[in-house]
Nanobody, 115 residues
Framework: VQLVESGGGLVQPGGSLNLSCVAS????????MNWYRQAPGSGRELVAR????????DYLDSVNGRFTISRDNDKNTVYLQMNNLKPEDTAVYYC?????????WGQGTQVTVSS
């Protein structure tokens, strides 16, 4: 099982990034997919979640309207489009796959928002 995130980097406030997480080793379409983040000195928090089929995504209040989660089951990939980024969005972003009692994490990608 592998989850590989990419797309992080350094961006100025107000900028955009699109994170990707490519999954392998499990039946991707069966799993709900999540994006978490962890800032220095803080715990890991759920940023966005998307279910398997025809479910409305859920978002952390502070990112609602700025971030969009989506998935492409043909490509075994989940995305997080992040717009109007703020310094407080700086964190390591992780994707996570959930199905019943099975949970898989990626290794994370760093997002830094700074001028």
């Amino acid at each position: 099982v592998q989850l590989v995130e990419s797309g992080g980097g350094l961006v100025q406030p107000g900028g955009s990034l699109n994170l990707s997480c490519v999954a392998s080793g499990f039946i991707f379409s069966m799993y709900a997919m999540n994006w978490y983040r962890q800032a220095p000195g803080s715990g890991r928090e759920l940023v966005a979640r998307i279910g398997t089929i025809d479910t409305t995504p859920d978002y952390l209040d502070s990112v609602n309207g700025r971030f969009t989660i989506s998935r492409d089951n043909d490509k075994n990939t989940v995305y997080l489009q992040m717009n109007n980024l703020k310094p407080e969005d700086t964190a390591v972003y992780y994707c996570k796959a959930d199905w019943i009692s099975r949970h898989y994490w990626g290794q994370g990608t760093q997002v830094t928002v700074s001028s």
